[in-house]
């Protein structure tokens, strides 16, 4: 007979990194509140996770800043900024 694993809210909260190791071993979970089941919580399979798009960082930068070119690098104005401290 399968047995169902069974963790808390408490767990979820604190330790999710083992209820993320049991779903990703293939277990299904069940999430008690004060000894009763409120949840079961199961993986989703690998193949349907779509990968999130990549921002268009540099796209952004060029419609903010146009193609000019500072004199200054960000390390510098940073190194200038701290020093000033």
Do not use: C
């Not at 989703?44 to 070119?69: S, T």
């Amino acid at each position: 007979m399968y047995h169902m694993k069974t963790v808390s809210v408490r767990d979820l909260r604190y330790d999710f990194k083992k209820v993320e190791k049991l779903l990703l071993s293939g277990e299904e979970v069940k999430i008690t509140k004060r000894r009763k089941v409120i949840a079961h919580l199961t993986a989703e399979p690998a193949g349907n996770l779509p990968m999130p798009p990549l921002p268009d960082f540099l796209g952004r930068l060029k419609e903010i800043y146009g193609d000019q070119v500072f004199e200054i690098s960000g390390a510098e104005l940073i190194s200038a900024d701290r020093e000033g401290r």
